[in-house]
């Protein structure tokens, strides 16, 4: 479950200033969600992120600090608004330089908390995408809240010049992401240039990223731009930069530090200006360790890091984004298909993606291919998968297949000696007897296998 794109927390023990900041949000367009105390306000972001949270400083037991410390510690991007009837200026100077992102002294104006929360929502989630559209910043579709706070960071990042390295596993949508930090910089009106590292022979990657001249080497018949001074004045995304030759990575430190190409077989350099977008699946700190990656380049492109969660991790977009594949692949085979049977979308929920967003849309992109009806059925996406679902059982189930398991491992061990099984689960031997039964389990069996 996620937040409405519009929602605010507001936290607050005055039942009446409660009341009053609801009708005041809600007739500025807001959705707010009310929480009394700070330990309720911590129970609401567990089940939806908001996009701004409004929080009193005194309340009993946890204060408004203390909740402020708890949410920026694991949502950094996410704006506190502390309101109070004890503000001074000391302490508001104090409270900006902890991360807290505005600080109103009661009595305030609605007028001044709304101008403060609009700045709030507008800084941190500027074209955050709905979780049921067509994709927001890079095209991105989520309805997860780990994405949602990852793309408030993006909104953050794309407004600094900073370079970003993007890590995740292959299939997550990395290079979507780096679409996203373009889309949402000042360089968003410019060109984004991507290259994979990792596809292109170690030959071609140099005039690949940085041009070459005519006559460079053998085929060279005519001058080429590299990607570099294509890219002028907009984003470099340089995709599995793990991948990238070590010889190469000496170059591209130059250009960073010099912010100036040099094509091959030319003596001249070309400044440019760009921002590096990198990403990999790889560990570069064990790359660097084993020396097949550069320290200082490592810390030139890793100025801001942003993780994607696998999509394991974030199941609340499975059902998102297979309809979203749905209806953008499902006309390109000439289907109307419009959505998935109940048990087949189950399917795709208990499936564990170790493909990620890649491998989801190669299955939807199968099912709709093959589909005859309206809907997509579960033995289409049971062919399309190829693995057995991970399956997900009750409470019980699950303590009785372990109860089970762990009897005939018992047994094995003990060569079907019943005593001997009990004392090692310390369990009485009637007891232990009974177990037995319960799961059908003769001790003859494990003695005639011994």
């Avoid at 929602?7 to 007739?27: E, F, G, I, K, P």
């Avoid at 306000?41 to 402020?68: K, N, S």
């Avoid at 795709?348 to 493909?355: E, S, V, Y």
Wanted: glycine content about 8%; some cysteine.
């Amino acid at each position: 479950m996620t937040a409405p794109s519009d929602s605010v927390l507001v936290v607050d023990d005055d039942a009446d200033l409660l009341r009053l900041l609801d009708m005041r949000l809600r007739s500025a367009g807001f959705r707010p969600v009310l929480a009394g105390t700070a330990e309720q306000a911590l129970a609401r972001l567990a089940v939806a992120r908001p996009r701004a949270v409004i929080t009193d400083l005194r309340m009993p037991g946890m204060d408004g600090q203390a909740l402020f410390e708890r949410i920026h510690a694991a949502d950094p991007s996410l704006p506190v608004i502390i309101l109070t009837a004890h503000g001074t200026i000391p302490d508001a100077v104090a409270a900006a330089q902890r991360g807290v992102f505005g600080y109103l002294t009661k009595p305030f104006e609605s007028s001044e908390l709304l101008d403060l929360l609009r700045r709030a929502v507008g800084e941190s989630g500027a074209g955050r995408p709905e979780a049921r559209g067509g994709g927001g910043l890079g095209g991105i579709v989520t309805a997860s809240p780990l994405m949602i706070a990852l793309l408030d960071e993006v909104a953050l990042v794309g407004a600094s010049q900073a370079n970003v390295l993007i890590q995740g596993e292959s299939g997550t949508g990395k290079e979507m992401l780096a679409r996203a930090v373009h889309e949402a910089s000042a360089r968003r009106d410019g060109p984004f240039v991507a290259i994979n590292c990792a596809a292109i022979p170690e030959a071609l990657l140099e005039s690949e990223l940085f041009g070459h001249v005519k006559g460079a080497f053998t085929g060279a018949d005519a001058p080429r731009k590299g990607l570099f001074q294509a890219a002028q004045g907009g984003t470099v995304f340089l995709d599995e930069i793990g991948d990238m030759p070590l010889p190469l990575q000496a170059k591209l430190l130059r250009v960073l530090q010099e912010r100036e190409v040099r094509p091959l077989g030319s003596q001249q350099s070309i400044a440019v200006d760009v921002r590096i977008v990198s990403a990999t699946h790889r560990d570069l700190e064990t790359l660097i360790a084993s020396q097949a990656f550069r320290e200082d380049l490592y810390y030139r492109l890793n100025v801001v890091n942003l993780h994607i969660p696998p999509l394991r991790e974030r199941r609340e977009d499975i059902a998102a984004l297979a309809q979203h594949f749905v209806n953008t692949l499902s006309a390109k085979h000439g289907r109307h298909v419009i959505g998935f049977a109940p048990d087949a979308m189950e399917s795709l929920m208990r499936f564990d993606w170790p493909g990620n967003v890649r491998q989801l849309m190669n299955v939807v992109e199968q099912c709709c291919a093959l589909c005859t009806t309206v809907r997509i059925p579960a033995a289409l996406v049971a062919r399309a998968l190829r693995n057995k679902p991970v399956e997900i059982l009750s409470y019980a189930e699950a303590k009785d297949r372990f109860e089970r398991d762990y009897l005939i491992q018992l047994m094995k061990i003990t060569a079907g000696q019943v005593a001997e099984a009990a004392r090692l689960a310390q369990r009485n031997r009637t007891e232990f007897y009974r177990l037995l039964q319960k799961h059908g389990l003769s001790p003859a069996l494990f003695k005639q296998s011994d």
